[in-house]
Nanobody
Framework: HVQLVESGGGSVESGGSLRLSCATS????????MGWFRQRPGKEREGVAA????????YYADSVKGRFTISQDNAKNTVYLQMNSLKPEDTAMYYC?????????????????WGQGTQVTVS
């Protein structure tokens, strides 16, 4: 049984930083891919970062490249999203997602499991 629980959201001023955490359970197979998605007000959910459980390669949407960093601590079963140089347009609900055999990293349909989300507000 897979569970994902996000934390770390909040309100921050433009230019600030936040680190989101996704505590996982049941994500034991190396075939899993972990993704961070966000849904901005009035917009569809979009993928921002992804990492395979088995590797260290990371993937980013152009809108966050150079500012966001996805990482994982397998010993703690936790995936992180470090967000720096935040902008008001980063304001969104952020979701952690897990999927197996994910080929389209930023396609939400590729992911089987979702957390409840954590709100990030940048003013």
């Amino acid at each position: 049984h897979v569970q994902l629980v996000e934390s770390g959201g909040g309100s921050v001023e433009s230019g600030g930083s936040l680190r989101l955490s996704c505590a996982t359970s049941g994500v034991t197979s190396s075939n899993f891919c972990m993704g961070w998605f966000r849904q901005r007000p009035g917009k569809e959910r979009e993928g921002v970062a992804a990492i395979y459980r088995s590797g260290t390669s990371t993937y980013y949407a152009d809108s966050v490249k150079g500012r966001f960093t996805i990482s994982q601590d397998n010993a703690k079963n936790t995936v992180y999203l470090q967000m720096n140089s935040l902008k008001p347009e980063d304001t969104a609900m952020y979701y952690c997602a897990a999927g197996v055999r994910v080929f389209r990293l930023f396609d939400q349909e590729s992911y089987n499991y979702w957390g409840q989300g954590t709100q990030v507000t940048v003013s």
